[in-house]
């Protein structure tokens, strides 16, 4: 499928991409270019990503400490964020979670080393099928977002996006559509966990800037599958511009993301 992660692997901006794709008009990474131009609302086609970060194994991460050729704080350190892309999750023989992103360490003691995000699969010692979006505060260092179960199937292609906004809310998309929000909802929309009785999500800065893709930023909780076209915001997409992500249209001008792993 896609080749394993390795250190060639680096984040580009859009302008490099398109000056990259000038230079080389012929170049393929394509995991499917079958990717219809636009898909109806609630349609569950079978899309699948156009652009391989790579394929993951226990022994596999990525770890990304800044962006290529800026000197600038990275998207992903940014309180405003989306981080969004395809993941194939393998089915284990037991359970496990998948991480797909993170920037904080595993676990639930409150500590700086847990001050950012993780996205990933799968509750903890279970198959759920259930995308989580985790961060850490000085009450917690799991606060959690979910979809409700069987939401994000294993050994099929999923899309997903990870949104937290200037309201202080976190949002999960699966396949492009809204599957869980930390804004009141009646009824409530997935899943939160959290120590806190406000609704706006507390999110400290973390000390550095590292991105670990396929694992936690501690090396725990490995992603077993491909992941790709992983892109990040330092802005938070709205559920028009997710679906449009979903469904392979053209973002509008000045909304491409701020970076792309390839």
């Not at 992903?76 to 992103?101: C, D, E, K, R, Y």
């Not at 559509?177 to 939160?192: N, S, V």
Request: proline content about 6%.
């Amino acid at each position: 499928v896609a080749s394993p992660p390795s250190a060639a692997t680096f984040v580009t901006t859009p302008q490099q991409q398109q000056q990259q794709q000038q230079q080389q008009p012929n170049a393929a990474a394509a995991v499917d270019n079958s990717t219809p131009a636009s898909c109806a609302k609630g349609q569950s086609a079978a899309l699948k990503p156009v652009a391989s970060v790579g394929s993951f194994d226990a022994e596999s991460q990525l770890l990304v400490d800044s962006v290529k050729g800026s000197k600038q704080l990275a998207p992903w350190s940014s309180p405003i964020l989306t981080v969004a892309g395809w993941v194939f999750a393998n089915a284990p023989t037991s359970p496990l979670m998948h991480t797909i992103v993170a920037t904080k360490d595993s676990g639930c003691v409150s500590s700086d080393r847990r001050y950012g995000f993780s996205i990933f699969v799968n509750e903890w010692n279970t198959l759920s099928q259930q995308l989580f979006l985790s961060w850490g505060n000085a009450q917690s260092g799991c606060e959690e977002l979910s979809t409700d179960v069987d939401v994000f199937k294993m050994n099929e292609w999923n899309h997903f996006a990870a949104v937290f906004d200037d309201a202080g809310v976190a949002s999960l998309y699966v396949n492009g559509e809204l599957a869980a929000t930390t804004r009141k909802m009646t009824p409530p929309l997935g899943r939160l966990r959290s120590a806190s009785s406000s609704p706006v999500v507390d999110r400290p800065p973390r000390g550095d800037d590292v991105l670990s893709v396929g694992a936690h930023a501690d090396h725990s909780h490995p992603h077993l599958g491909d992941i790709a076209q992983l892109d990040v915001w330092s802005s938070a997409l709205d559920a028009d511009l997710v679906r449009k992500l979903y469904c392979g249209d053209e973002l509008p001008a000045g909304r491409k993301w701020d970076v792309r792993l390839t």
